[in-house]
């Protein structure tokens, strides 16, 4: 049985929650991760270091990590003391491996093979990059940390340098790619920055792969205010300069007043869908009432196992060299559900 190639593209704690999920299935998994995060623990090592962002990269090598269980928390342990206040183990052994090997890419591969990860984590790019915003009043703003604290409607964003380029790595696993999975995760700060690399985005929609966007459930201040998911999927196409998305994954089930409540107390509301919409654009709704998990102090998440399944079904119902039983899958497109 051929092996399913699947390209996640993101960053956040959604790629590697998501990543986590996927890594039991008998999947290659390929993660390209976003390198402009410039805050906390990684912005004081880009500041110092002149390197890209560690710490997206060092959470999916963690979720996709066969180590012990003691090696993974160890890569994940954050110090308290003064002068390494915030900082992660895992943040300081890429820095580290950086200046060893002189390259982030090697020193990312070098990790992987100490964590013994299953599949790959490739960076966005190997370039100390700083992401832009240039919001609908003509603003920049710079500093992926920065944009959504401007509480202002998103134009685009960009990277500087402009000409950063992707690792061969990265290109490559997007060109032999059956699936290509966009988030979940920040849309402008964690999925598109990724796109916004050169190379990137051309090899997405150049690929034959088929594209997948899992929607966040609900919006995020200051970034996506009142974004439904055919938002989402309109800004991802006007990076792209083409509509290349097959298939998205939105959630359809309902919230109670009191988790509203919370939410539009930090300014968040649900992420909405409209089927017509999505048809207009020929993006295929993937949905069910289990998708999402709403946790004992009232936070919406993912079911992560439910998410995962839902691609792998995706992914082998797309592969025709693949025999399967659809029966032996959990998961189901929308209507069977219900």
Known sequence: MKQLKLVLIGGGTGLSVLARGLRSFPIDITAIVTVADDGGSTGKIRHEMDIPAPGDVRNVLAALSDAEPTLEQLFQYRFEEDKISGHSLGNLLIAAMTNITHDF???VKELSKILNIKGRVIPSTVSSVALHAEMEDGEIVIGESSIPKKHKKIKRVFLEPADAEPMNEAVEALRDADLIVLGPGSLYTSVISTLCVNGISKALVESDAKKLYVSNIMTQPGETDD???VDHIDAIHQQLGRNVLDFVIANELKFDEKILEKYEEKGSKPVLYNETELKE???????GKDLALI?????VRHRTEILAEMIYEIALQEISTI???PDQLKSTRHGDRH
Do not use: Q
Request: charged residues 25%; negative net charge; without cysteine.
């Open 281 to 287: 654009r020929g993006v295929e709704l993937v949905t």
């Open 227 to 229: 974004y439904t998911v």
């Open 295 to 299: 946790s004992e102090n009232h936070h």
């Open 323 to 325: 025999e399967f039983d």
């Open 105 to 107: 890419g090697h020193a």
